[in-house]
């Protein structure tokens, strides 16, 4: 008889610590945005406080602008070709057409090449594969990404940029062989310039730039900086590589700079954007601050009204 009590118990306890998993598991899943955002405070406040010099930016001027560049109106730029359906990241052709549907006309989009050296639109192999395998171009596109999107190439992403001419990409890889990339696309592109004058690169690394516009002239407005590989704290080192190099677009990670800072970049002409942000609250709190627009998967411009 003790035994059976005893086994009653246990089953108890376990369906008690599952009720409690379950519960935690939804509020994370619901929250998980909220938590990574409270995480991003706290690791900003720390490196923050542990930067011992003060930003003085009174010796730069206001950098310039060309006329009619892109960012001027633009709020916001869809990330991985667009969510679509809960999913972000895929880069796949059912997203793109989903943002082109809805009207949105800048995107950024993630490049590597394939085994066999083919260009292709994916962000990590792992998202397609769960592993880190590399495909050659016939099993990239026999995939489905998650099982149900259409894997897209750079060729094929051409195609989108000549069917839709207003159509932008900003360009991100995790390849080493940057140069490579922008060429393989100019290349792609016939050099027409309505299509490679859309390419928007973004910038990781200071003294790049002339790279790619050895490969095709790109206007400076063509360029933005990430603060990507960079701690961003490193806010004097930032706006002297942007003024080197007349890069008037900075992104930086949400909240990674307080108003103080981003008032003095934009007192300096800047134009800031934040990634990633996905809620018009966040959104709305960036915009009292000064931040100009944001890498999104789902924001609309409807959301920056709110």
């Known amino acids: 008889m003790k035994k059976i009590l005893f086994d009653k118990r246990k089953v108890r306890f376990f369906f008690l610590h599952a009720i409690v998993l379950v519960v935690f598991g939804m509020f994370f899943l619901k929250y998980a ?8 405070r706290i690791r900003h406040e ?6 011992e010099t003060r930003v003085d930016f009174t010796n ?15 709020p916001l730029i869809y990330h991985g070709g667009g969510g679509i359906d809960g999913c972000d990241y895929t880069n796949s052709k059912e997203a793109l057409e989903q943002t082109l549907a809805a009207g949105h006309k800048y995107v950024e989009i993630d490049f590597l090449y394939t085994s066999d050296e083919h260009l292709v639109c994916a962000h990590y192999w792992s998202s ?18 998650f099982g149900k999107y259409t894997s897209m190439t750079a060729e094929q992403l051409i195609t989108y940029m000549e069917e ?4 932008h990409i900003i360009i991100d890889t995790k390849e080493e062989d940057y140069r490579k990339v922008i060429f393989d696309l100019v290349k792609l592109s016939s050099f027409d310039r309505n299509i490679t004058n859309r390419f ?29 590989k960079y701690s961003t704290e490193y806010t004097n080192k930032i706006m002297n590589l942007c003024y080197e190099e007349n890069i008037a677009v900075i ?22 954007y934040e990634h990633t942000v996905n809620r018009p609250h966040l959104a709305q709190a960036s915009l009292e601050k000064g931040i100009s627009g944001f890498y999104t998967d789902y924001l609309t411009e409807d959301d920056l009204k709110y």
Do not use: C, M
């Not at 720390?46 to 930067?51: E, K, M, T, V």
């Not at 992104?251 to 800031?272: H, L, Q």
């Open 60 to 74: 730069y001027p206001v950098i310039a602008h060309g006329d009619g560049a892109w960012y001027e109106n633009t």
């Open 164 to 167: 839709y001419e207003d159509l």
């Open 251 to 272: 992104t930086v990670p949400y909240d990674a700079w307080n108003k103080e800072t981003v008032e003095a970049f934009r007192k300096k002409g800047f134009i800031i």
């Open 200 to 228: 928007i690169i973004q910038l990781y690394e200071e003294g790049t730039k002339d790279q790619f516009q050895n490969i095709y002239p790109f206007k400076d407005e063509n360029f933005l900086f990430t603060t990507y």
């Open 128 to 145: 397609l594969y769960n592993d880190e395998k590399i495909p050659d171009l016939e099993e990239f596109q026999s995939l489905k990404i």
């Open 33 to 40: 945005e909220e938590i990574v955002e409270i995480k991003e």
């Open 46 to 51: 720390i490196r923050y406080h542990r930067n």
